[in-house]
C-alpha cells in the first residue's frame, strides 16, 4: 500500500537498469532487420546458383557425349581404312609369294634344282656349365685363412 501512494514524481527519473544491454538489444534487433531484408534475396541467389550448377553440368556431360561420339566415328573410319590396306598388302605378298613369280624370279638369277642332295649332320653343341659362385666364395675364405 505505501508503494501506491507515492507519488511518481517522487520516484525519480525512469531510467532502465542496464542501459548497455538495451542498446545491445537494440542494435541486435536493428541487424536483424536488416538481414531478414536481404534472406529472400540470398535465398533466391543459391537456388539459382543450384540450379545453373546442374544445368552446367548437363551441357558439360552432352558436350563430352558429343566428342566422344565425334571420335568413335574417327576411330571406326580409321579402322575401316586399316582394314582395307591390310586386305591390299595381303593381296600384294600373296602375288609376292606365288610360284609362278618365285620360277620367274628363279630363272632370271640363272638358279636351278639341285642334281644331288647331300644330308649333312652338325655335331651337338656343348654347353658350357655355369661357373659356380661357390669357388668364389672358396677362394675368399683362403684369403681370409678360415679352413
Known amino acids: 500500500m505505501i508503494a501506491t501512494l507515492v507519488k511518481p514524481a517522487e520516484r525519480g527519473p525512469q ?3 542496464n542501459p548497455r544491454t538495451a542498446r545491445g538489444a537494440a542494435q541486435r534487433r536493428i541487424s536483424r532487420k536488416d538481414r531478414a531484408r536481404y534472406v529472400a534475396l540470398f535465398r533466391f541467389c543459391g537456388v539459382l546458383m543450384v540450379a545453373l550448377c546442374l544445368v552446367m553440368t548437363y551441357v558439360m556431360l552432352t558436350a563430352r557425349l ?3 561420339n565425334y571420335a568413335v566415328g574417327r576411330a571406326q573410319r580409321e579402322r575401316i581404312a586399316l582394314l582395307a590396306d591390310s586386305a591390299r598388302l595381303d593381296d600384294r605378298l600373296a602375288v609376292l609369294r606365288s610360284d609362278d613369280r618365285l620360277a620367274w624370279v628363279a630363272a632370271r ?17 656343348v654347353r ?15 684369403i681370409f685363412g678360415a679352413k
Open 66 to 68: 558429343t566428342s566422344l
Open 128 to 142: 658350357r656349365p655355369e661357373p659356380s659362385h661357390l669357388a668364389f666364395l672358396a677362394g675368399l675364405a683362403s
Open 109 to 125: 638369277l640363272r638358279m636351278q634344282d639341285p642334281q644331288q642332295f647331300a644330308i649333312v649332320t652338325m655335331p651337338p653343341q
Open 15 to 17: 531510467t532502465t537498469r
